[in-house]
């Protein structure tokens, strides 16, 4: 059983303050944090982020992109 994301919850807190999780800012600050975790390697994090993105922004550039590729590699 692989073990609980722990980037889950900075996600979570990050939509759950509605002001910033339907701001540029928030949006910026999801994109940043999936880019640095596939960056350190950790993909499957990354994906969860990149597909809580989607699901608030459905079209935030290159995210349906990143979550298909981030798939295949995993």
Excluded: C
């Amino acid at each position: 059983m692989a073990p609980a994301n722990p980037y889950v919850p900075i996600v979570d807190s990050i939509l759950d303050v509605r002001e910033l999780a339907v701001s540029f800012d928030g949006f910026r600050a999801l994109d940043g944090l999936a880019q640095v975790l596939r960056d350190t390697d950790e993909k499957q994090a990354a994906l969860e982020v990149l597909r809580r993105l989607h699901e608030v922004h459905t079209h935030w550039p290159g995210t349906e992109k990143a979550v298909e590729e981030l798939a295949r590699e995993i």
